[in-house]
């Protein structure tokens, strides 16, 4: 059997895609080594052409995981990171036999920031022997999907985003505490990619809590719509991880949910996250 390949602009690495619209390993590339610029842009575009880029067979360390980050930009320190913690910019998921995984909802990192996140890099430090993997939506897709008069009226709102839906029991803080860190963001419901210009449906089940101007019976019902393009298979791809991958995912192009089907296995995990700017809609553009 031939398997069809898109041809790739990159000559210095072999793009290997998912599907269509989302997901691509970059195979050929050592991260342990010290990259050149031209192929750091390189990673670059391949990340903002498939949304998430995945790697195999890396054998690097945490300090080589954070160098490889950074070379994307500044790294975020998240509230979830305890504060004894070395390298303070991993986040470290883990999960066993007295955790079951919990990062199984469609979201996108952080979007309870001001500035959400640019994207995560994420690496597999112990894996279940079957099970655990994770799955990427399109959010251009997303968008793309709805119908010309619900495109133009999403394109109009906002939505707050609050971080205490999921920290403030899991940090277990006070919600009005968590509230003066973190208070509660207003981001548009359609973003305008900063580097794509493409427009991506902003919103998401881990910390989208309502659309401002409508009712909470309209806005439930609005959320819950636009929560489902998420999990259109046509939007999703699913990677199976091994020892030695890593994802790297662009936040504001795709939402991310781990499947939670691994328990009483361990899994661990380590996330570097890539700071962003703040979500705008231009209606010029996309
Ligand atoms: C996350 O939600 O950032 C974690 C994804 C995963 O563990 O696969």
Not at 71 to 88: K, M, S, V
Not at 216 to 225: A, G, R
């Amino acid at each position: 059997m031939t398997v069809h390949v898109p041809k790739s602009q990159f000559t210095r690495f072999e793009v290997r895609p998912l599907t269509p619209n989302i997901g691509a390993e970059l195979l050929g590339l050592d991260l342990s080594q010290e990259l050149d610029d031209a192929m750091i842009g390189d990673i670059r575009a391949a990340l903002l052409a498939h949304k998430v880029v995945f790697f195999r067979d890396q054998n690097i360390t945490r300090a080589q995981h954070l160098a490889f980050a950074r070379r994307f930009g500044p790294l975020e320190i998240h509230p979830a990171t305890p504060r004894d913690q070395p390298d303070p910019e991993v986040l470290r998921i883990a999960h066993g036999p007295n955790s079951r995984g919990v990062e199984n909802n469609w979201h996108s990192d952080v979007t309870w920031r001001a500035e959400p996140s640019l994207g995560s890099i994420l690496r597999a430090i112990d894996l279940p022997e079957v099970g655990g993997d994770t799955l990427f939506s399109d959010m251009y897709a997303a968008y793309e999907a709805l119908s010309p008069a619900m495109k133009a009226f999403v394109c109009t709102l906002e939505a707050e985003h609050d971080i205490a839906r999921v920290f403030a029991k899991r940090l277990n803080q006070d919600i009005e505490k968590l509230h003066e860190k973190f208070p509660v963001q207003v981001h548009p419901v359609v973003r305008t990619h900063p580097e794509t210009g493409k427009r991506a449906l902003y919103v998401n089940t881990g910390f989208t809590t309502r659309i401002l101007g409508l009712s909470k019976k309209e806005s439930d019902w609005l959320l819950d719509h636009l929560y489902s393009f998420a999990a259109v298979p046509e939007h999703v791809c699913r990677f199976r991880w091994a020892p030695g991958s890593l994802a790297f995912w662009d936040n504001r192009a795709c939402q991310h949910y781990a499947a939670s089907d691994y328990f009483p296995a361990v899994r661990i995990m380590e996330r570097v996250t890539i700071a962003g700017d703040r979500p705008f809609f231009d209606p010029s553009r996309g």
